[in-house]
């Protein structure tokens, strides 16, 4: 199979093509595709160099499928151009998301809403897939009512950029900000851009994608996303208010059964889960999972994962996956 990585120098970009090496996904010829200024380099894949190409080359190419990971801007130029070729475009941008043609999917929830016409699919922000995770199985077995939830975003989702901010400022150097402040020593309730409302755009996105990939709009949600100085993986703390009681062994029995979800949760050991602990893997870690003492049927928890990895790159991938296995493509 003929794939088109778009943004292959990117960070996700980059994660995209080791994920897919280390799943063995059945590439016959990988395209990557960057911006212009960065056409005639090469990435490496399975020891392989290959040149990166323009996005027009990309098309005439004819991959099968084509995983972007270059910004929303490109994605809304080129994706309806990959599409109209009949080309599967997964697009890791926030430019489809909400668009109610298009389908928004973490493929251990909701793949199966995918159908042979969907040439364009969304994949969601990186702290949503976390969340939904959890909040999926629990929601079948309890049914949410409401929501809240605060994130410690990882620089790395702010790209390379941010994280050399980071370094630089360890280190005491100069550097190029990305961010209004120092992140070093800090934290920035600020992830994205502010919208009229007061809310941030990431916690928009929170607000709004784990109802569309849920498919269930009866639920509040309230967010608060803070950058901090990290670089394995997104952490978030939630408060999760149900219509109906719950026991807390069977939760954690429930979370501990749910694919691609790992409980780590033993306070008395210090087990519990961390970025540091998370970077590289493609689960969602679940701890701290306790009682909110202050109301009946509310749970705190603590969630971690690597935003690069199932935030991104490998949801990604399994979306191509899924395509493949149900012979979509
Ligand atoms: C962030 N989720 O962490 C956003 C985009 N990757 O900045």
Request: glycine share 6%.
């Amino acid at each position: 199979m003929k794939i088109a990585v778009v943004g292959a120098t990117g960070m996700v970009g980059q994660v995209m093509l080791k994920v897919l090496e280390e799943r063995n996904f059945p590439i016959t010829e990988l395209i990557p595709v960057a911006s212009e200024r960065s056409i005639g380099s090469k990435v490496k894949y399975k020891g392989t160099e290959y040149e990166v190409v323009s996005m027009q080359t990309a098309i005439d190419k004819k991959p099968e499928i084509a995983i972007f990971s270059a910004g929303g801007g490109t994605s809304l130029d080129w994706a309806p151009k990959f599409a109209e070729a009949g080309i599967f475009v997964i697009d890791n941008s926030s430019a489809w998301r909400m668009d109610p043609t298009k389908k928004l999917v973490v493929p251990e929830i909701n793949a199966d809403v995918l159908e042979k016409e969907d040439k364009i699919i969304a994949n969601p922000n990186c702290s949503t897939i976390q969340l939904v995770m959890v909040l999926h199985p629990l929601n079948k077995k309890y049914d949410i009512k409401r929501v809240v939830v605060s994130t410690y975003q990882s620089v790395t989702g702010t790209g390379k950029a941010a994280v050399d901010q980071l370094n630089a400022e360890i280190e005491g150097k100069d550097a190029d900000k990305v961010y209004p402040y120092q992140i070093f020593k800090n934290a920035l309730p600020h992830c994205d851009v502010f919208a009229d409302d007061d809310y941030t755009k990431e916690e928009i996105k929170l607000m709004k994608e784990p109802k569309k990939i849920l498919g269930d709009d009866s639920f509040n949600l309230t967010a608060t996303a803070v950058r901090v100085p990290v670089q394995g993986g997104h952490s978030e703390s939630v408060n999760i208010e149900f219509e109906n009681e719950f026991d807390l062994d069977e939760v954690k029995k429930i979370l501990s059964e749910t694919p691609g979800v790992t409980v780590l949760d033993d306070v008395k050991n210090n087990q519990y889960p961390m970025p540091l602990m998370a970077e590289g893997k493609d689960d969602v870690f679940v701890g701290r999972i306790r009682r909110d003492i202050s109301q009946p049927k509310t749970l705190n928890c603590w969630i971690v994962a690597d935003n690069l990895r199932k935030g991104a790159a490998t949801n990604a991938v399994q979306i191509a996956e899924y395509l493949l296995d149900k012979k979509l493509v």
